[in-house]
């Protein structure tokens, strides 16, 4: 069993919808959760960056952390078909440090 | 800000040759840097962390001698991929731990990624 489970996708949605994304790992010793968005032949883009439970708004963007269930979660509000993309959680134990990533979950946002 | 470059963004080489990767990190300095890499649609593999000023921290699995890593400024790492076979193409990615350490922004941020392909 992988540490961090992301569902591959792909999730298609039509523009101006709301985009979900979640993750689910096993270690409680993780501490720092991230969101990063990655284009086709990119590297990955920070979006989101939360620590501990709870949630943060950025924009378009919210990061939910429910560390009692061991799930993150972030929303894109008003889709966009620029928002079409690879989204990748990752953790980790102590900022800064090694991080561990979900597999990436494909999203086509439709015009 | 926190923004890291690498060079060249691809790179065609026969096998058997070396390949050497740069990463930097533009604006900011970086005790920590990291190097990926990645298949088609799937994750990132972490291959290395390196520290500047001393060796390298290699995951299992990967080939010190193969994948030689130098940090050796707060602001470049660099990637050799020795004797390169066509098993070895692949996307490879470096990042570098940036932003207030311990702070809201102390995490990992990405360079655009080399392309190598081995023929």
């Known amino acids: 069993q992988k540490e961090v489970e992301q569902d591959p996708g792909p999730l298609s949605v039509p523009e101006g919808a709301i985009v979900s994304l ?51 979660s972030l929303f894109i509000r008003d889709s966009q078909p620029s928002d079409s993309a690879t989204y990748l959680c990752a953790m980790s134990r102590a900022a800064g440090n090694k991080l561990t990533f979900g597999g990436g979950t494909r999203v086509l946002v439709k015009p | 800000g926190a923004v890291v470059s690498q060079h060249p963004s691809w790179v065609i080489c026969k096998s058997g040759t070396s390949v050497k990767i740069e990463c930097r990190s533009l604006d900011f300095q970086a005790t920590t840097m990291f190097w990926y890499r990645q298949f088609p649609k799937q994750s990132l593999m972490l ?12 995951e299992q699995g990967v080939e010190k001698d193969k994948f030689l890593i130098n940090h050796a400024s707060l602001t470049l790492s660099t990637l050799t991929v ?22 809201p922004t102390d995490t990992q941020y990405f360079g655009p990624g080399t392309r190598l392909t081995v023929l």
């Not at chain 2, 291959?47 to 290699?58: F, V």
């Open chain 1, 22 to 72: 979640n993750c689910t790992y096993s270690n409680s010793a993780f501490q720092y959760f991230m969101w990063y968005r990655q284009y086709s032949r990119k590297g990955p883009e920070l979006l989101m960056y939360t620590y501990s439970s709870g949630n943060k708004e950025d924009g378009r963007f919210t990061a939910q952390v429910d560390k009692s269930s061991k799930y993150i």
């Open chain 2, 47 to 58: 291959m290395a962390t390196s520290n500047e000023g001393s060796k390298a921290t290699y």
């Open chain 2, 82 to 103: 020795t004797s390169a076979h066509p098993e070895d193409s692949s996307f490879y990615i470096c990042s570098a731990r940036g932003g207030l350490a311990g702070g």
